[in-house]
């Protein structure tokens, strides 16, 4: 008896520089790993810094519209600098838009060193942990709002109780999927902030603990930001899940792809109750674009975390195994540049080899 394959419709927005060749890696892994009982479907939606360039707006409000209506949106990195809105700014950008707008209010950032990955880090300690970082609030929320003149300038970081208790949640949701910190396999959730200093990290580290008597099981941990910093480079596999506000979930989550093999390796879910959306943590690299010198790790790994949240989870465990695979065969080697040693396409056809092993 022949059986229908499931279907998903997948949008795919390809981005700016070496967004679109990252993107294609990306769906020809998930085509070759998706096998007869799932049929991807792909539609191409115009969005970013090419598009503002050519209408005047980043996103359109229709293709806006038709985004909550897929079951997954896989995007590439977006952004050129030399594409730029009258007050200055990127014009291409489309966090602001998105994350906002569909509010996609945790952006989850897995922080995996594969084997065959040579270590920035000395010692052999595993570093497997996720950044859960809040994605509609914080500083970030003034973007576009800051006011100042020639003499001072002033942003304003907001929390509000729902938006903290909400990320929060996911966190320690998220810490009980998991088997723990490498170190010594306890399923622990980090609160980071600066609640010695700033009345909002305060806050935030308040509502925390009132979440966390919430889980007995998962063990409640603290760092300040700086403190923070520090041990994600000294002693990375104490960690298991981290909880932090918009900004400092930007910078820490780079501090951790260094210790991992760079930003090349570092994927991303912006995930909401509803609409989710999934992309490389790295810009657009535009010096670099069409000379197959991109990594396109982080974007096929977004394409794993999109797989699991269409409920796909066969089809993400076949993408991530044979990521693995690749790196520790010696399939893929990463330059100190960043780049694959044989090109964008070779290490997309590794991976691809390596789902039949």
């Given at each position: 008896?022949?059986?229908?394959?499931?279907?998903?419709?997948?949008?795919?927005?390809?981005?700016?520089?070496?967004?679109?060749?990252?993107?294609?890696?990306?769906?020809?892994?998930?085509?070759?790993?998706?096998?007869?009982?799932?049929?991807?479907?792909?539609?191409?939606?115009?969005?970013?810094?090419?598009?503002?360039?050519?209408?005047?707006?980043?996103?359109?409000?229709?293709?806006?519209?038709?985004?909550?209506?897929?079951?997954?949106?896989?995007?590439?990195?977006?952004?050129?600098?030399?594409?730029?809105?009258?007050?200055?700014?990127?014009?291409?950008?489309?966090?602001?838009i998105l994350r906002g707008g569909l509010?996609?209010y945790v952006n989850e950032r897995p922080?995996?060193?594969?084997?065959?990955?040579?270590?920035?880090?000395?010692?052999?300690?595993?570093?497997?942990?996720?950044?859960?970082?809040?994605?509609?609030?914080?500083?970030?929320?003034?973007?576009?709002?800051?006011?100042?003149?020639?003499?001072?300038?002033?942003?304003?970081?907001?929390?509000?109780?729902?938006?903290?208790?909400?990320?929060?949640?996911?966190?320690?949701?998220?810490?009980?999927?998991?088997?723990?910190?490498?170190?010594?396999?306890?399923?622990?959730?980090?609160?980071?902030?600066?609640?010695?200093?700033?009345?909002?990290?305060?806050?935030?580290?308040?509502?925390?603990?009132?979440?966390?008597?919430?889980?007995?099981?998962?063990?409640?941990?603290?760092?300040?930001?700086?403190?923070?910093?520090?041990?994600?480079?000294?002693?990375?596999?104490?960690?298991?899940?981290?909880?932090?506000?918009?900004?400092?979930?930007?910078?820490?989550?780079?501090?951790?792809?260094?210790?991992?093999?760079?930003?090349?390796?570092?994927?991303?879910?912006?995930?909401?109750?509803?609409?989710?959306?999934?992309?490389?943590?790295?810009?657009?690299?535009?010096?670099?674009?069409?000379?197959?010198?991109?990594?396109?790790?982080?974007?096929?790994?977004?394409?794993?975390?999109l797989a699991d949240r269409i409920g796909?989870?066969?089809?993400?465990?076949?993408?991530?195994?044979?990521?693995?695979?690749?790196?520790?065969?010696?399939?893929?080697?990463?330059?100190?540049?960043?780049?694959?040693?044989?090109?964008?396409?070779?290490?997309?056809?590794?991976?691809?080899?390596?789902?039949?092993?």
């Amino acid at each position: 008896m022949t059986t229908t394959p499931t279907p998903y419709e997948i949008a795919l927005i390809p981005g700016d520089g070496i967004g679109p060749e990252l993107v294609d890696s990306a769906v020809q892994v998930l085509e070759a790993a998706a096998g007869p009982d799932i049929a991807l479907r792909f539609t191409t939606e115009d969005a970013g810094a090419d598009t503002y360039r050519r209408t005047g707006s980043a996103l359109s409000d229709e293709t806006f519209a038709r985004l909550s209506g897929y079951a997954g949106i896989l995007k590439g990195p977006v952004g050129l600098p030399e594409v730029r809105k009258p007050d200055g700014t990127e014009g291409g950008l489309l966090g602001g838009i998105l994350r906002g707008g569909l509010d996609t209010y945790v952006n989850e950032r897995p922080m995996t060193l594969l084997p065959g990955i040579d270590r920035p880090l000395r010692g052999t300690a595993p570093i497997d942990y996720v950044i859960v970082r809040e994605n509609t609030e914080g500083l970030y929320l003034a973007r576009g709002l800051g006011v100042g003149n020639d003499h001072a300038c002033t942003d304003q970081l907001l929390m509000t109780r729902p938006g903290v208790e909400r990320v929060v949640r996911y966190a320690f949701e998220l810490a009980r999927t998991r088997d723990g910190a490498p170190a010594d396999g306890v399923r622990r959730v980090t609160c980071v902030d600066k609640s010695n200093v700033l009345r909002t990290f305060a806050f935030f580290r308040q509502i925390f603990d009132e979440i966390g008597e919430q889980y007995p099981d998962i063990e409640r941990d603290y760092r300040y930001a700086d403190a923070a910093g520090h041990d994600l480079v000294a002693n990375p596999s104490h960690f298991d899940v981290l909880v932090m506000e918009n900004f400092l979930g930007d910078i820490l989550s780079d501090v951790g792809a260094a210790t991992i093999g760079g930003l090349g390796m570092c994927p991303a879910g912006n995930i909401g109750d509803g609409t989710a959306y999934f992309e490389p943590i790295h810009g657009s690299a535009p010096t670099i674009a069409g000379r197959d010198l991109a990594n396109p790790t982080s974007q096929i790994l977004a394409a794993a975390m999109l797989a699991d949240r269409i409920g796909a989870a066969g089809l993400a465990q076949r993408v991530r195994a044979a990521v693995r695979a690749a790196y520790e065969g010696g399939h893929i080697r990463i330059l100190p540049t960043g780049s694959p040693e044989a090109g964008t396409a070779a290490a997309t056809r590794a991976i691809i080899d390596a789902l039949g092993d």
